[in-house]
């Protein structure tokens, strides 16, 4: 469904008119493919080009080089009426649920704004499916009149799950999605994206420095590092045959619920 | 909006400034009911008279009435002012936000085309246009226009780039907001008290940069009534009658403190980043 061709992404830091410009090469030369209704765990370091990766595929960024397809379709050739349409099938969930709604705006117009956008629904039913979001993720319909000050970060993030499967897409990427928040919090978030994952057959590449959070969640797993993806992992039941000084560092990273009991691998939840 | 409003509400300086604002205001809109001469009427047998009844704050060397003249006045300056910031406005806003959220080379033209500009100093840009053009009140307002948009383009493109990049932006993107409207519903809503502030802190010195053009004699055209234009015509009597000077320079001084006192009290009002 989705399949990355060699895509390079480079910075020019700085600005110096004489001489060559410092770079950064961000991402280099990855190709990757994703099924339909998989998870794909995309873990690593920050600053291993993750998040990058993420804003190619969501086209806010372009590729330096490498192509970008998406059911099919060559993204990077597309003219701006299929884009727009192919793209709904594309959504995002960021970090920081804060920085990610609009803090002069409802509950309900941020919800409904991907909504606007494709669909023309009468006030009424825009209200109706707004409401009937709110509950898929496990809010109030009455939240649909608060702002987004009047929410905690996990229920700030269930609202960016809600605008993002608002169109119903194939895939969503969740950029170190549940990362800024506490643990428990994440273990419900979580189980609501696995949950929502079955009932609309939704694929999603999940990219977190997490290991724990990942393995919970995730089908398939790629490592990255340094802007290449390392170490790939078909079984995620495996997780011990990493090889990958990287993906070994990560596993190791992971905290133990009993550090006494000596270096048991295996996770607990 | 209710912080904001009990914040204005408990700022004494605020409300000190806002009832002269608001005083003013009153004065620039009903000059005929409010003053009680004509004051462009000359009669040269009670030239310089100090306060009376008929003339509470005296005549000047024309036997004007001043209070009137300084009524009118009002309609001037603060006219002319805002209509200079209105103006400056409908040039920045549109600009600085369009090089601002478009970037790349429109924005690198954009930002050298400040540079040039920026680089001359803006009064004897001012004084340079209006040479080329001539003097006037029309004259003076496109002259300032066009040489004040620059500054504030180059501010509003800086407070877009500073909302730009948050992740209510590129999630308004991935989900398909056409880019006019997120500039509408997102960018200007975050933008817009910042660019009131600087609007009202700024005011003041566009009220004194006409008065120092009319005093120079290429504003407002006599027999009109101006502060800075009534400061220059009585400079030759200022040892007999240096009131007839007082009375204007205390009235761009008021204004001028006025405005920016309320520009600062916006300032902190609206400093709430999440209401």
Not at chain 1, 128 to 149: A, N, R, S, W
Not at chain 2, 168 to 177: E, Q, R, Y
Request: hydrophobic share 45%; aromatic share 8%.
């Amino acid at each position: 469904m989705l399949e990355l061709k060699g895509i390079k992404k480079t910075y020019l830091l700085g600005n110096s008119v004489w001489g060559k410009r410092k770079t950064v090469e961000a991402v280099k030369n990855v190709s990757l493919t994703l099924e339909e209704r998989v998870c794909l765990g995309l873990v690593g370091k920050s600053g291993s080009g993750k998040s990058t990766l993420g804003k190619i595929i969501l086209g806010l960024e372009k590729p330096d080089q490498g192509e970008v397809w998406f059911q099919g379709k060559n993204l990077s050739n597309l003219k701006a009426k299929e884009l727009k349409e192919l793209r709904r099938n594309l959504q995002v969930v960021f970090q920081d649920c804060y920085s990610s709604v609009n803090p002069r705006l409802t509950i309900g117009e941020i919800i409904a704004e991907p909504l606007r956008n494709y669909e023309r629904l009468t006030s009424v039913q825009e209200k109706k499916k707004v409401q009937e979001l709110l509950e898929i993720v496990g809010l109030c319909t009455e939240d649909i009149h608060k702002y987004p000050y009047q929410f905690s970060g996990g229920q700030l993030q269930r609202i960016n799950i809600a605008r993002a499967i608002a169109l119903k897409p194939k895939l969503i990427i969740f950029d170190e999605a549940v990362s800024a928040l506490d643990v428990l919090v994440q273990v419900q978030i979580l189980n609501l994206l696995a949950q929502l994952k079955e009932e609309f057959h939704l694929s999603y590449l999940f990219i977190s420095h997490d290991l724990q959070a990942v393995n919970y969640i995730a089908d398939r797993l790629a490592v990255m590092y340094n802007g290449e993806i390392v170490e790939w992992l078909d079984d995620m039941e495996q997780l011990e045959r990493l090889e990958h000084p990287v993906s070994k560092k990560l596993l190791s990273s992971v905290l133990l619920p009993y550090p006494g009991h000596g270096s048991d691998t295996k996770m607990i939840y | 909006m209710k912080n904001v409003k009990r914040k204005l509400l408990s700022h004494k300086l605020m409300m000190i400034s806002s009832m002269i604002i608001f005083i003013m205001t009153l004065l620039a809109l009903f000059p005929p009911f409010l003053a009680p001469n004509d004051p462009n009427l000359i009669d040269i047998t009670h030239k310089l008279q100090g306060s009376s009844s008929k003339f509470p704050l005296g005549t000047d060397h024309l036997g004007r009435c001043i209070l009137s003249r300084l009524i009118y006045g009002t309609r001037t300056s603060l006219g002319t002012a805002f209509l200079v910031m209105g103006l400056t406005m409908m040039i920045s806003i549109p600009l600085g936000i369009y090089a601002g959220f478009r970037g790349g080379w429109v924005d690198y033209l954009f930002m050298r085309m400040c540079d040039i500009l920026m680089a001359f100093p803006s009064l004897l840009l001012s004084l340079a246009l209006i040479g080329i053009l001539g003097p006037g009140l029309g004259n003076l307002i496109l002259a300032m226009v066009l040489v004040h948009w620059v500054f504030y383009a180059r501010v509003i493109r800086g407070m877009v780039l500073s909302v730009k990049e948050q992740n209510f932006i590129l999630a308004a993107k991935v989900c398909g907001t056409p880019r006019l409207v997120i500039v509408i519903k997102h960018i200007l809503p975050a933008i817009i008290s910042q660019v009131v502030v600087l609007v009202f802190m700024d005011i003041g010195g566009v009220v004194l940069a006409i008065s120092s053009f009319s005093f120079l004699g290429f504003g407002i055209q006599p027999p009109g009534a101006e502060w800075g234009m009534m400061i220059n015509d009585s400079k030759p009597f200022f040892r007999n009658a240096p009131s007839l000077m007082l009375y204007p320079g205390m009235m761009i001084l008021i204004v001028v403190v006025a405005f920016n006192l309320f520009g600062e009290a916006l300032r902190d009002a609206l400093d709430l980043r999440r209401e």
